[in-house]
C-alpha cells in the first residue's frame, strides 16, 4: 500500500471518526467498544504520546492485535523485540499493559498485550 500525505489525511479522518462513533453512548458505541479500542503509547524515538483505535480479541488478561496491513503503519514497530508499556480501553476503564509485537513467515502482526493487575 502507498503512503502519502493524502493516505495520511484520510486514515486520520477514519480514525477521528471511529475514536467518536466508539465514545457514543447508546447501542452504536456499546457494538464498536466490544472489538474496538484506543491504544495510547509513547513513540520510543519521538517521546510523543500517540492514540490510534485499533480492533483487538480478548482473553483474560491477554489482549490481541492483528496488525491490519502492517506495512502501511508505524506503531506497532514500538514494540518489536522487548516490547513495551501502553494503555487501553476495556469495559470502560483505561487499562495499562505490556505490548510485544511479532511478525510471522507470511508478514502478518500481532501486537500481545499483558494486562497489567
Known sequence: MKSGPRVERTVGRVNGLMTR????????GRLLRRGLTVVTYTG?????????????RRK?????????????????????G?????SLELDDVQRTGHAVAQRDGKGRVTVRVLLDR
Open 21 to 28: 462513533l466508539r465514545s457514543r453512548p447508546g447501542p452504536i
Open 82 to 86: 522487548e516490547g513495551g508499556p501502553l
Open 60 to 80: 483474560g488478561d491477554e489482549v490481541t492485535i492483528s496488525v491490519m496491513l502492517p506495512d502501511a503503519k508505524n506503531w506497532w514497530r514500538n514494540f518489536l
Open 44 to 56: 520510543r524515538r519521538s517521546g510523543r504520546t500517540f492514540s490510534t483505535p485499533v480492533g483487538f
